[in-house]
């Protein structure tokens, strides 16, 4: 079940790694993904499926809450319809992917929040906003570029920035500096023909 959750194999392929028939592969997919289910949520581990009750998944021992936001990708099989392949193809990942939002407590680092899952086009923003998320008072909330312009209602959103100025002022300097290619070749060549 691992495995299948982590790589998602064609189930021939899960057969032949577990020494399974493709049918005793589905068969044991179809009966086991809701006993694992049913022991995530006895260990009370399960992830958030509605973002209005994350407030009960979070355990701060003090403070105000650090949540983590962010996209993930899953590699799909190509739909067969074109409509589907275009919904579904992930200009960054360049293949067909299934996406969610995670939510990650910065405190216990387990997944809080599990986003319904959409098509791989799908940009990561849209899912967070369409998920409706009500956070805790006092949260602050870490997030990447995918969602740049996601402002929710919490005491403090944190975005890394691109070090994108540090290089051009690192080119802007070598700029200045005089490029010691034309003029170091062009003294090797005199020096090589007085030898010769």
Do not use: C
Not at 51 to 60: K, L, M, N, P, S
């Amino acid at each position: 079940m691992l495995v299948y959750l982590k790589t998602y194999p064609l189930q021939a392929v899960l057969g032949q790694l577990f020494g399974l028939s493709t049918a005793q592969a589905n068969y044991w997919l179809h009966h086991l993904l809701p006993v694992v289910r049913a022991a995530l949520d006895d260990l009370g581990v399960l992830p958030e499926r509605d973002g209005a009750r994350i407030v009960r998944q979070i355990d701060q021992p003090v403070g105000a809450p650090r949540l983590i936001i962010d996209g993930t990708e899953r590699r799909r099989q190509r739909p067969k319809k074109t409509e589907k392949q275009a919904a579904h193809y992930s200009g960054k990942k360049k293949a067909h992917t299934d996406k969610n939002v995670l939510l990650v407590s910065g405190t216990s680092e387990r997944i809080v929040f599990l986003s319904g899952t959409y098509a791989g086009k799908v940009s990561d923003k849209r899912i967070a906003d369409e998920a409706q998320v009500d956070y805790p008072p006092g949260t602050t909330l870490s997030k990447d570029a995918g969602f740049q312009g996601y402002e929710p209602p919490v005491a403090r959103t944190r975005q890394a920035k691109k070090k994108a100025a540090r290089r051009r002022a690192e080119r802007g300097r070598q700029g200045a500096q005089p490029h010691a290619g034309a003029g170091a070749r062009s003294r090797g060549a005199r020096h090589r023909g007085r030898q010769a």
